[in-house]
């Protein structure tokens, strides 16, 4: 394989009240968390650390974005960290009802 070969992937981040799509081209071989550096969306989110957001591709969670070398095609989503624990908020809304 040629030492430029490129493939295409997008990097997408989003907020209630804003979201980014950013479709770009990197060298094969590159991993998420490089991806997400390339795209320059860690500019555009105040507050967002690359290094310490949770990140999949394609709505499943990879441990590692660091270590995971990105095909053609794929999507790394950024999450945000969740402001409340989903099972609590369940409980919380069976008991209210309970009453």
Known sequence: MADDARIHVEV???LPDKQRLIGLDVPEGTTMLEAAKL???EEQFEGLVLEKAPMGI??????????QVLKP???VE????????????RKKRAAEKAR
């Open 12 to 14: 997408t981040y989003a």
């Open 39 to 41: 795209s320059g969306i």
């Open 58 to 67: 394609f709505g499943k969670v990879v441990a590692n974005p660091a270590g």
């Open 73 to 75: 095609g794929e999507r």
């Open 78 to 89: 950024i999450y945000r960290p969740l402001l409340a624990d989903p099972k609590l908020n």
